[in-house]
């Protein structure tokens, strides 16, 4: 994971400002920074979406192809998730370290989004057992300036709502073999439902307090996270620690009631940008918006109630 070198003093600085709700750049425990997220792109993929979190920069692409089922779950599509972590972002992300990484991050966006709870992913199934629709993830990050699962979370869930997948249609001839076709028309095609798809919240232990959306500077002086995956809904779909360090009860009840704060926040991101959907319909979709408190938010309309 990337990090920065923080001195003593600025520890002491920032874990004294955290604990007064202050944090460096003006914001407070339970405030993110500023939000933006840009769909469709990427003009060669099925779907895609760009979020920039403060400066952490995440670019999502999926790509749908037609493979077999798998055998445990033959009337379901699945999803494949890849990670590139740029050597542009940090050097740390050069050689193994950055490949390390982004098996670490694909292995926990499996948990989180590789189920049926997230997904209907009987809708990719064509055929039962025979053909289904699998949905390539390819996630890019281009910038990290931290919080990077709460970044590649909404940028997936925007990529899924931008997906267009082919319409199918199948017959048989007279010997009973299937033939497939895909139509040509770009409007004829499935679009996934995302009610249900998780978001990430994370929260950082820092001193006794916790923050959300930390900075490099803010996780070099905590010693463990806690990552909750959260529907819409409030359903829990995840849950994992980070880092080296150890969490208390009290403090894991504690920080699971924060993340709720989190959902609230997708919740009213998609109440605001659902009453300006009107203007994002076709190609380009970006909306922005300012409101709660002192920190500033934008997203784009791909959530619903």
Sequence with gaps: MASVRVSEAEKVYIMHGVLDDLRLD???????????????????TDGSAKVRLGHTDILVGIKAELKRPKPTVPDEGYLEFFVDCSANATPEFEGRGGEELGVELSNTLYKVFGSRRSLDLRRLC???????????????????????????????????????????????????????????????????GVENVPCIVTLCKIGHRHVVDATLQEKACSA??????????????????LGPGSL?????????????????????????????????????????????????????????F
């Design 26 to 44: 003006g914001r407070g425990c339970e405030d993110y920074r500023h939000m933006e997220i840009e769909t469709d792109v990427v003009s060669n």
């Design 126 to 192: 064509i055929c039962p057992g025979e053909h289904c629709w699998v949905l390539y993830v390819d996630v890019l990050l281009l910038q990290c300036d931290g919080n990077l699962f709460d970044a590649m979370s909404i940028a997936i869930k925007a990529a899924l709502f931008n997906t267009r997948i082919p319409s199918v249609r199948v017959s048989e001839d007279e010997e009973g073999s299937k033939e497939i076709e895909l139509s040509d028309d770009p409007y004829d095609c499935l679009r996934l």
């Design 224 to 241: 463990a996270s806690l990552l909750v995956a959260l529907t819409p809904r409030g359903a829990v779909t995840c849950v994992r620690k």
């Design 248 to 304: 208390d009860p009290d403090s894991i009840f504690e920080m699971m009631e924060e993340s709720e704060w989190g959902r609230l926040f997708m919740l009213l991101s998609c109440y605001c940008c659902r009453r300006r959907s009107l203007l994002a319909r076709r190609g380009r979709r970006l909306a922005s918006w300012r409101s709660i408190g002192s920190a500033p938010y934008s997203a784009g309309c791909f959530c619903t």
